[in-house]
């Protein structure tokens, strides 16, 4: 995984919710949206460690088919589907968790 990216990820991250925390009125307000954001950068963080998971399985299936024929074989093309199921799983997860930190933030705007 590159942890100098994750590095810069968070430092960008924490300096956006300075700002944005500053933007909002009550300390209510504010509680929800360093919240939310918490919430959507875990949802970044499993999103990329899903594709991480599927793109290893790739590579495996790959070496599991040496020949360049065009054809992939039984095991790569179930890794392959396998991955393909990591993906979408991983997506509908950070997705579930996109959409509760939104709720979030819109129940703080209500109060």
Known sequence: ?????NKTFALATVALLGLSVSACGSKAEQAAEVNADAMEDQADV???A???????????GDLKDPKIDGVDSAAE????????????????K?????????????AADKK
């Open 1 to 5: 995984m590159k942890t100098g990216f």
């Open 46 to 48: 499993v999103r990329e």
């Open 50 to 60: 899903g594709e991480a998971n599927a793109d290893a399985m790739e590579a495996t």
């Open 77 to 92: 093309k179930a890794l392959d589907n396998k991955a393909a199921g990591v993906r979408a799983a991983t997506e509908a």
């Open 94 to 106: 950070a997705d579930a968790m996109e959409d509760k930190a939104d709720s979030a933030r819109e």
